[in-house]
C-alpha cells in the first residue's frame, strides 16, 4: 500500500542552524501539507501547497520557514534559523483530491539545542 | 478561531468494555469529520470519517455526527489494550479557492486495562 515517507526520522541541530526536512508523497497525490506537533500539545497545521504554490499558511509559517517541491517526488520544509522553540515532530501529508483524506507520515523528530 | 475541543483522559476502560470518545466544534459550517489514532511518538493514523449525521460504523468502531449540537463521538467496542493511544478528532476547514485544512482537537487519552 502507498505511504508517505519522511526523512530523517530524527534531526539534532544547533540554534541557528538551517534544517531542511524531507518527505515524498503518495505518487499521484495533488495536495500537500506540513503540519507540527510539540511535546504534549496539538498537531498544528502549518501549511498547505498545491500545483507548486501555497495556497494556505498559518500564523506560525514566518519568514523563517519555507517549502518546495524541488522534482516530482520530493517536497521539503526548510527552516532557516532554528530556534529553541521549532522543536517538535513534524508531519508531512498528501492527498489526491481537494475533498480526500489526508494521509500522515510517520515524522521528523526535530530537536534544536 | 475555529476550535476542536476534546477531554484529555485518561479515559481508562477495562478491557472488552465499550469506550465512548467525545468532540465538539466550533465551525457550524463544517462537514468533514475525522477520527485518528497518535501512539506515542507517532504519526496520526485515520480511523474512520464522517460526513453525515447519523451513526458510522467499520468493525469495532462507530462513529456518530449530530450537527445540530455541534457533537461527534467515537465509540469503541470489545476495547483491546492495543487501542490504547491518543484519539485525536479532526475537522476539515475551507479556506479561499476550496482549499482546506485539518484542525485537531488536543485527543483524548485512552488506556485499555486487561
Not at chain 2, 35 to 57: A, C, F, H, T, V
Not at chain 2, 63 to 72: I, T
Amino acid at each position: 500500500e502507498p505511504e508517505v515517507t519522511q526523512t530523517p526520522s530524527h534531526q539534532v541541530t544547533q540554534m541557528g542552524q538551517e534544517v531542511i526536512l524531507r518527505c515524498v508523497p503518495i505518487s499521484n497525490h495533488l495536495y500537500f501539507y506540513w503540519y507540527r506537533q510539540i511535546l504534549g500539545q496539538k498537531v498544528e497545521f502549518l501549511v498547505s501547497f498545491y500545483n507548486n504554490e501555497i495556497s494556505e499558511k498559518s500564523e506560525i509559517f514566518d519568514d523563517q520557514f519555507s517549502v518546495e517541491r524541488p522534482d516530482g517526488s520530493n517536497f521539503t520544509l526548510k527552516i532557516r534559523s532554528t530556534k529553541l522553540e521549532d522543536s517538535a515532530m513534524y508531519f508531512c501529508a498528501s492527498k489526491l483530491g481537494l475533498t480526500d483524506t489526508q494521509y500522515f507520515g510517520p515524522g521528523t523528530r526535530l530537536t534544536v539545542l | 478561531q475555529k476550535e476542536v475541543e476534546q477531554n484529555s483522559g485518561p479515559l481508562s476502560v477495562p478491557e472488552g468494555a465499550i469506550a465512548s470518545l467525545n468532540c465538539t466544534y466550533s465551525d457550524r459550517g463544517s462537514q468533514s469529520f475525522f477520527w485518528y489514532r497518535q501512539y506515542s511518538g507517532k504519526s496520526p493514523e485515520l480511523i474512520m470519517s464522517i460526513y453525515s449525521n447519523g451513526d458510522k460504523e467499520d468493525g469495532r468502531f462507530t462513529a456518530q455526527l449530530n450537527k445540530a449540537s455541534q457533537y461527534v463521538s467515537l465509540l469503541i467496542r470489545d476495547s483491546q489494550p492495543s487501542d490504547s493511544a491518543t484519539y485525536l478528532c479532526a475537522v476539515i476547514l475551507f479556506f479561499s479557492g476550496g482549499y482546506n485544512k485539518l484542525i485537531f482537537g488536543a485527543g483524548t487519552r485512552l488506556a485499555v486495562h486487561p
